[in-house]
T-cell receptor, first 111, second 116 residues
């Protein structure tokens, strides 16, 4: 079964707007990652946040983690058409070599 | 640096046929894994390996075999293909980052398999 569930499953915004995606997970984690997948391609790692961190930034990306609520959010600021992709959260728990993915959020940024 | 290379990119099989999806990485990563991606279900872990000679099952291992004789290669074998195995398959490699066990994956481009 999936460890993470993203919300919403699909999101359509205008270029320049901010996009927020949420991820909820079920069990305790060591860390949480976000990946991007462009259509027909493999996944690309975006950002990792450890369980003892609450917020992390990378360029236009901001990730928050609330371990008490077992949830994370990914914010993309000033979105661009090139941000159109599917975004997945992934978690490590217990055996760290097992990385479990959610079902993803499909983001469309309209020029 | 090629990263993770998967072959073939596309394959059509008939029910009952066998085949091997190849995966190779040139980053000297300890860990390798196979996922399948189906619409509405995200990525599900099939098998993974923590080093040469060591493999273990993931979430959906039935119908698949793996082996890891070298650090570089991690082939996925379908012994008797079934229509339920129609999917896009991704190989990934990684190494552990520090004591927290962070495991950042590098993915291949995927192999699209259709079983008729």
């Amino acid at each position: 079964s999936q460890q993470g569930e993203e919300d919403p499953q699909a999101l359509s915004i205008q270029e320049g707007e901010n996009a927020t995606m949420n991820c909820s997970y079920k069990t305790s984690i060591n860390n949480l990652q976000w990946y991007r997948q462009n259509s027909g391609r493999g996944l690309v790692h975006l950002i990792l946040i450890r369980s003892n961190e609450r917020e992390k930034h990378s360029g236009r990306l901001r990730v928050t983690l609330d371990t008490s609520k077992k949830s994370s959010s990914l914010l993309i600021t000033a979105s661009r058409a090139a941000d159109t992709a599917s975004y997945f959260c992934a978690t490590n728990s217990g055996g760290y070599q097992k990385v479990t993915f959610g079902i993803g959020t499909k983001l469309q940024v309209i020029p | 640096n090629a990263g993770v290379t998967q072959t073939p990119k596309f394959q059509v099989l008939k029910t009952g046929q066998s085949m091997t999806l190849q995966c190779a990485q040139d980053m000297n990563h300890e860990y390798m894994s196979w996922y399948r991606q189906d619409p509405g279900m995200g990525l599900r872990l099939i098998h993974y390996s923590v080093g040469a000679g060591i493999t273990d099952q993931g979430e959906v291992p039935n119908g698949y075999n793996v082996s890891r004789s070298t650090t570089e290669d991690f082939p996925l074998r379908l012994l008797s293909a079934a229509p339920s195995q129609t999917s896009v398959y991704f190989c990934a490699s990684s190494y552990s980052q520090g004591s927290s066990g962070a495991n950042v994956l590098t993915f291949g481009a995927g192999s699209r398999l259709t079983v008729l």
